[in-house]
T-cell receptor
Framework: GDSVTQMEGPVTLSEEAFLTINCTYTATGYPSLFWYVQYPGEGLQLLLKATKADDKGSNKGFEATYRKETTSFHLEKGSVQVSDSAVYFCALANRDDKIIFGKGTRLHILP | EADIYQTPRYLVIGTGKKITLECSQTMGHDKMYWYQQDPGMELHLIHYSYGVNSTEKGDLSSESTVSRIRTEHFPLTLESARPSHTSQYLC???????????????FGPGTRLTVT
């Protein structure tokens, strides 16, 4: 069945460092791919999405490119801030419109 | 800004009590979901609904039940709470399928349940 694998955390970085959180997927067909973010004490919110190969999703300085050849959707940000500390979930959605989430990666940014 | 609400935000209750977790959304979404989030953060789908009078079990077996009498309301009930039910419960909603918009789920803030 379809699945999402993302790097285990926690990931700890200093402010202004470069961030990469790896995400790979297994799916039949052509899924849509997402990154959701969960700030402390809150529910998840959509961060960015890509619906077809080579699409780049971007929001709040974060970017991810849909790479069909490597079945990946890695999340990147050039300069992280303390306010980016949160849990990040990679996810895919396929034809039956259920979302499959990865296990989440906790990010800590140190001032 | 998503308009999906969950009450209570925190609940501590004794074993054997009946509880209902409330979830309401004002976006007119047809699909609604309940997830259980374990301490390791992983999300498990326990129930979902396509609309009024529709309820389905999710991927993770749960002793809870749900109902969908009104579009905006999707409560979750535990008839007899146990310590194993201690968890974070997240409610979400989305438009019905057919477009990529159906895959964007809007989440409530969650209810953290502790059963003693």
């Amino acid at each position: 069945g379809d699945s999402v694998t993302q790097m285990e955390g926690p990931v700890t970085l200093s402010e202004e460092a470069f961030l990469t959180i790896n995400c790979t997927y297994t799916a039949t067909g052509y899924p849509s791919l997402f990154w959701y973010v969960q700030y402390p004490g809150e529910g998840l919110q959509l961060l960015l999405k890509a619906t077809k190969a080579d699409d780049k999703g971007s929001n709040k300085g974060f970017e991810a490119t849909y790479r069909k050849e490597t079945t990946s959707f890695h999340l990147e940000k050039g300069s992280v801030q303390v306010s980016d500390s949160a849990v990040y979930f990679c996810a895919l959605a396929n034809r039956d419109d259920k979302i499959i989430f990865g296990k989440g990666t906790r990010l800590h940014i140190l001032p | 800004e998503a308009d999906i609400y969950q009450t209570p935000r925190y609940l501590v209750i004794g074993t054997g009590k009946k509880i209902t977790l409330e979830c309401s959304q004002t976006m007119g979404h047809d699909k609604m979901y309940w997830y259980q989030q374990d301490p390791g953060m992983e999300l498990h789908l326990i129930h979902y609904s396509y609309g009024v009078n529709s309820t389905e079990k999710g991927d993770l077996s749960s002793e809870s039940t749900v109902s969908r009498i009104r579009t905006e309301h999707f409560p979750l009930t535990l008839e007899s709470a146990r310590p194993s039910h201690t968890s974070q419960y997240l409610c979400a909603s989305s438009v019905l399928g057919g477009t990529v918009m159906a895959y964007e789920q809007y989440f409530g803030p969650g209810t953290r349940l502790t059963v003693t």
